[in-house]
């Protein structure tokens, strides 16, 4: 079984100041990992995903995250935030060999983006 | 190309009532995952189904349910209301295929008073 574990609930921080959303994972198999953002009254709208090779992905909006296996960790960043990135964001997972599309998310983390 | 519908975006129904919510997915896609949304419990997988099969499935009672049908769209089907079941319901729509990369509507908000 996987479970996601995103570390802050709540993430305040200003304008153009940089941003990290934090996020472990456990499993005992392979997963692919993905990063989700969700707007007030919105469905979920991926932000970028680590399948395999270069463990450091790029995503939309900015964004970028990199995948640490030894640490189980899947953490995202972005350099310059904007007002316009306050959401919440969604670490998710599913198993390699799930046979389905069964993502397992992260409690969520709030990003309150202040001017 | 279009993206991934759900009716309708808005529900109010009574505790003991049922309720059906549709899904269209994206063009070509033949998988369609269901998700609860509550802010006690956060995003719950309830089932997936492609080419009209369900093929994995959530910890949720048999009082959820769901279907596809051969042109991918999925309703899915709560019966017997409880409090507890006023949820943003999100579905997702995939090819299917491995990495099951998953895209998602804007939700059904069930309310259930």
């Known amino acids: 079984a996987q479970s996601v574990t995103q570390l802050d609930s709540q993430v305040p921080v200003f304008e153009e100041a940089p941003v990290e959303l934090r996020c472990n994972y456990s499993?005992?198999?392979?997963?692919?990992l993905f990063w989700y953002v969700q707007y007030p009254n919105q469905g979920l709208q991926l932000l970028l995903k680590y399948l395999s090779g270069s463990t450091l992905v790029k995503g939309i909006n900015g964004f970028e995250a990199e995948f640490n296996k030894s640490q189980t960790s899947f953490h995202l960043r972005k350099p310059s935030v904007h007002i316009s990135d306050t959401a919440e964001y969604f670490c998710a997972v599913s198993a390699l060999y799930n046979q389905g599309g069964k993502l397992i998310f992260g409690q969520g983390t709030e990003l309150s983006v202040k001017p | 190309k279009a993206g991934v519908t759900q009716t309708p975006r808005y529900l109010i129904k009574t505790r003991g009532q049922q309720v059906t919510l549709s899904c269209s997915p994206i063009?070509?896609?033949?998988?369609v995952s269901w998700y609860q949304q509550t802010p006690g419990q956060g995003l719950q997988f309830l089932f997936e189904?492609?080419?009209?099969?369900?093929?994995n499935k959530g910890n949720f009672p048999g009082r959820f349910s769901g279907r596809q049908f051969s042109n991918s769209r999925s309703e899915m089907n709560v019966s017997t209301l409880e409090l507890g079941d006023s949820a943003l319901y999100l579905c997702?729509?995939?090819?299917?295929?491995?990495?099951?990369?998953?895209?998602f509507g804007p939700g059904t908000r069930l309310t259930v008073t």
């Open positions: 063009s070509g896609h033949r998988s």
């Open positions: 499993s005992s198999v392979s997963v692919y």
């Open positions: 997702a729509s995939s090819t299917g295929l491995a990495p099951y990369e998953q895209y």
């Open positions: 189904y492609f080419s009209e099969t369900q093929r």
